[in-house]
């Protein structure tokens, strides 16, 4: 695991160990990391972003330095799990960022508990239509737990992960981020985060694409501001799914950002971290309403009327 100057603090909750990150003072934002990752994704813009927020960058459960158990990997188990991390922590309201499958975290988040959410920003997501990657396709097969074993022993291991290193070293978009695979191929040399993983993707994952969509529920961002952040060069989840935010939900604000791929965190943190803080900056946080979230409910999805907002930065 990548080293990092941020204090891991450690709380149990139902018995099982949470690790993470709590810096900064303000407003909160609570940033939740993609599969196979850990706090440190963040690692680039924490700082930053603690300048005017109180940040706080779990490792979600079956991740990073928190506990592998044997558990509920559903998205909605993850949006309990980090409800109830906040909880202890004492924050009651928070501007939700997630990345990869921690924004199909994040979307799950706001709409079980759009009383604790004030925005949401999605960054690459996941949920946002069936496309994903092969590699992540390949870990709901038969014997991808015995396969990636074999791939993991040492020897093999520190040459897979050198050669990639090495890799995204090269100016070519396709390699944009071998060295964040790395570090997630790397971390497949424990078994009980091999098992972890294999258990989040077959929730959300099958040999089609994507399960997990919010295509049905985006009609409920009308009660909550949205913003959407991707790498034009994505190649684990296609840049095209920002349109399809966008038109699901026309009143967010979507960001594509040229030469960067499935992190665009980490590959132009300081345009990441002004794109949050402007965005927090100059929208209202929701007020939740159980009366106006019924009528929502009630009318359903209505297609949206004329164009939609697509940002990108030069």
């Known amino acids: 695991m990548p080293s990092t100057p941020h204090e891991v603090q450690y709380l149990t909750i139902h018995s099982h160990r949470r690790a993470y990150v709590k810096v900064g003072e303000g407003p909160a934002l609570l940033l939740l990391h ?38 509920d990997y559903s998205v909605g188990g993850y949006a309990n799990g980090v409800r109830d991390l906040l909880t202890v922590l004492g924050i009651d309201k928070v501007t939700v960022i997630g990345h990869s499958f921690g924004g199909g975290v994040a979307m799950q988040f706001a709409y079980q508990f759009p009383e604790r959410t004030e925005r949401v920003v999605l960054v690459a997501s996941g949920g946002l239509g ?14 991808f737990h015995q396969a990636m074993g074999l791939a993991t022993l040492p020897g093999v291991r520190h040459l897979g992960v050198a050669g990639m290193k ?43 694409g994507q399960i997990v969509t919010m295509a049905d529920r985006a009609y409920l961002t009308q009660a909550m501001p949205m913003c959407v952040v991707w790498g034009r060069d994505d190649r684990v989840i296609p840049v095209r799914h920002a349109s399809l935010a966008a ?63 697509l940002l990108a930065e030069a």
Request: hydrophobic content about 40%; charged content about 25%.
């Open 34 to 71: 993609g599969l196979g990752c850990d706090h440190t994704t963040w690692g680039p813009v924490i700082d930053d972003l603690a300048k005017r927020f109180t940040v706080i960058a779990p490792d979600l459960l079956g991740h990073g330095l928190s506990a592998k158990p044997r558990a």
């Open 247 to 309: 038109a699901l939900a026309p009143k967010s604000r979507v960001e594509v950002i040229p030469n960067s791929g499935h992190f665009p965190h980490k590959d132009h943190p300081q345009r990441f971290a002004r794109i949050v803080t402007d965005f927090v900056r100059t929208t209202q946080p929701a007020t939740y309403s159980r009366a106006r979230w019924r009528q929502l409910l009630r009318n359903g999805y209505v297609p949206p009327v004329g164009p939609v907002e």
């Open 166 to 208: 090495a890799l995204s070293s090269l100016p070519l978009k396709g390699t944009h981020d071998l060295a964040e695979v790395a570090d997630i191929y790397d971390s497949f040399k424990d078994p009980a985060a091999r098992a972890a993983i294999r258990h989040v993707v077959r929730a959300v994952v099958d040999w089609k």
């Open 130 to 143: 069936p496309e994903v990657s092969p590699a992540i396709r390949a870990i709901t097969t038969p014997g």
